[in-house]
Nanobody, 123 residues
Framework: QVQLVESGGGSVQAGGSLRLSCVAS????????RGWFRQAPGKEREGVAA????????FYADSVKGRFTISQDNAAHTLYLQMNSLKPEDTGMYYC????????????????WGQGTQVTVSS
């Protein structure tokens, strides 16, 4: 059974930074995407960033390009999301997802999800 546990969320002012972590346990297939999604109140969950765990190729939503960086530590089974220059519109619950095969920014691509970590950015 695969489990994903996120951490690192919090409250920051606009312009600040946060680093999210997602630790995976269980038998995760390393051939597929791992990604980060977020969901703001009243909005649909959207893809933020993803990484092809085999090639390390990365993908980003246009809204976070140049500000967020996704990375992985395979030895530690951990996925990271470094978030810089945060904006109020980045506020939301951030979810880690694993074993994605398909379009990186579609929820149906992924088989496993974490419980989420809250990010709140104040102006």
């Amino acid at each position: 059974q695969v489990q994903l546990v996120e951490s690192g969320g919090g409250s920051v002012q606009a312009g600040g930074s946060l680093r999210l972590s997602c630790v995976a346990s269980g038998d995760i297939d390393s051939r597929y995407y791992r990604g980060w999604f977020r969901q703001a109140p009243g909005k649909e969950r959207e893809g933020v960033a993803a990484i092809d765990t085999h090639t390390a190729r990365t993908f980003y939503a246009d809204s976070v390009k140049g500000r967020f960086t996704i990375s992985q530590d395979n030895a530690a089974h951990t996925l990271y999301l470094q978030m810089n220059s945060l904006k109020p519109e980045d506020t939301g619950m951030y979810y880690c997802a694993a074993e994605g095969y398909g379009r990186w920014n579609e929820q149906k691509t992924y088989d496993y999800w974490g419980q989420g970590t809250q990010v709140t950015v104040s102006s």
